[in-house]
T-cell receptor, first 119, second 116 residues
Framework: SAVISQKPSRDICQRGTSLTIQCQVDSQVTMMFWYRQQPGQSLTLIATANQGSEATYESGFVIDKFPISRPNLTFSTLTVSNMSPEDSSIYLC????????????????FGPGTRLTVL | AQSVAQPEDQVNVAEGNPLTVKCTYSVSGNPYLFWYVQYPNRGLQFLLKYITGDNLVKGSYGFEAEFNKSQTSFHLKKPSALVSDSALYFCAVRDSDMDSNYQLIWGAGTKLIIKP
């Protein structure tokens, strides 16, 4: 299984500022995902980030608000820009190392999350 | 369109009793089905999955789930619940016919509370 770390683990930010969340994986993976989760709620996919290509954003999420970098196969960042209290949430990084035909197909491994509070 | 339903927001079970957390799904092709668990203040952990083969799949911590194609269900079960099983459980699905799309569709989650 992949081991994923995220920085920071939590932060309290002022309205209008930006925060960059880092995601580091201990192995090379092609597929990386960024999710948002309200405590006790389901996961909402923000975007899929593949190394070497532009991130693909889900409906309701735009690159200007959530720019993503994916410089190599073990690292990604998500920036939450011009934050408002509505951005307060847990942000999760996830990877999917399995490919078609692999016994690990479909499994996703998650980082511990970044708990963001915007005042 | 793909979807997952977890009809129960919360399930309460006495310790030692069997537990079931329900999940139904809808995909156009053949499903890949997953259960994940999230313990308080921790990230999600993979529990088990159904890809193909035996309809009864066994996973971590004594959990198992049964794939029922006719009922489009993938209920999570455990014969004897432990207080430490108390957590948030998520069912997820992916359409296996969409190999180029690795996204999982997530259920709303079910909070499992095991009482001593």
């Amino acid at each position: 299984s992949a081991v994923i770390s995220q920085k920071p683990s939590r932060d309290i930010c002022q309205r209008g500022t930006s925060l960059t969340i880092q995601c580091q994986v201990d192995s090379q993976v092609t597929m990386m995902f960024w999710y948002r989760q309200q405590p006790g709620q389901s996961l909402t996919l923000i975007a899929t980030a593949n190394q070497g290509s532009e991130a693909t954003y889900e409906s309701g999420f735009v690159i200007d608000k959530f720019p993503i970098s994916r410089p190599n196969l073990t690292f990604s960042t998500l920036t939450v820009s011009n934050m408002s209290p509505e951005d307060s949430s847990i942000y999760l990084c996830s990877v999917s190392p399995g490919t078609s035909g692999s016994r690990r197909v479909g499994e996703q491994f998650f980082g511990p999350g970044t708990r963001l509070t915007v005042l | 369109a793909q979807s997952v339903a977890q009809p129960e927001d919360q399930v309460n079970v006495a310790e030692g009793n069997p537990l079931t957390v329900k999940c139904t799904y809808s995909v156009s092709g053949n499903p890949y089905l997953f259960w994940y668990v999230q313990y308080p203040n921790r990230g999600l952990q993979f529990l088990l999955k159904y890809i193909t083969g035996d309809n009864l799949v066994k996973g971590s911590y004594g959990f198992e789930a049964e794939f029922n194609k006719s009922q489009t269900s993938f209920h999570l079960k455990k014969p004897s619940a432990l207080v430490s099983d108390s957590a948030l459980y998520f069912c997820a699905v992916r359409d296996s016919d969409m190999d180029s799309n690795y996204q999982l569709i997530w259920g709303a989650g079910t909070k499992l509370i095991i009482k001593p």
